[in-house]
């Protein structure tokens, strides 16, 4: 069939359905492509609500990437159209929803499963990164499930450059690296700290420099106080993973292929992904 980037789409092309969730320019719904029976997840954004943000341009850049992504672990943005006060982005349905409402059912999750999940992202930040393209946000919130229990990052907070976006909103500090929170220059291991803090997450339910206090969060990631609770047990093999990662020194961090490499990985992770 034609190229779904060149047709025009608009809303009569799609049967709208359940809603999926609220982001915070607006809603998402499940719907129906008329002429293909292909089920996706139609974001809706409210353009006053873009502009009131100032976050038209960065929007229309995210999308300009993400459209031209493609990945087993990276969902798809397979086009997008607006009319008077909304846009719509046509992206791929994760039909198990948001991997964090998964990691709060399980509390946390074992190693074989954390293992796997983490070989799927270093998988898909090789490929980004291969393009010049860093995550810079990588949390639970962004990451979806796949039919087949794959995971998605599902993110419009891709950069083609670095820059310092700082998180004075209420966004949480808990994935950020020393360099972010010290707002200096950072590149694509940023990424390698923040699947590090994931790993940690996924294995104990909570991320590593959790804290009351914003001003806390903020001591114990610039001193990476990395500390592993008693429970649960966890293979000194992951410790030694994590502690590889969650590095000051952003030169010093494991490099993503030696994190596929790593013996956890190797013994944990399923190949299928
Ligand atoms: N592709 C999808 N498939 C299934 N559910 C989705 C999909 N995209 C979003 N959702 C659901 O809708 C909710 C809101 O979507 P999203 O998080 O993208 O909005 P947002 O928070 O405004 O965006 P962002 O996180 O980029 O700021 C998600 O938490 C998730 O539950
Ligand atoms: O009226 C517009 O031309 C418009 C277009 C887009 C847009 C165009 C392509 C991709 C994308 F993600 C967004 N975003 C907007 C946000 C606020 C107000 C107006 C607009
Ligand atoms: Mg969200």
Redesign the pocket.
Known sequence: GENNQTRRWTLADFDVGKP??????GH?YAAREKRSNHVV?L?VLFKNQLQQSQVEHQLRREVEIQSHLRHPNI?RLYGYFYDQKRVYLI????AK??LYKELQRCKYFSERRAATYVASLARALIYCHGKHVIHRDIKP??L?IGAQGELKI????WSVHTFNRRRTMCGTLDYLPPEMVESVEHDASVDIWSLGVLCYEFLYGVPPFEAMEHSDTYRRIVQVDLKFPPKPIISASAKDLISQMLVKDSFKRLPLHKVLEHPWIIQNADPSG
Do not use: Q, S
């Not at 992206?91 to 994760?94: G, I, K, V």
């Not at 599902?154 to 907070?157: H, K, L, M, Q, T």
């Open positions: 999926l969730g609220r982001g915070k320019f998402v997840a974001k969902l992206l791929e349905y994760a929803g948001e919130e962004n979806l599902a993110d419009f907070g």
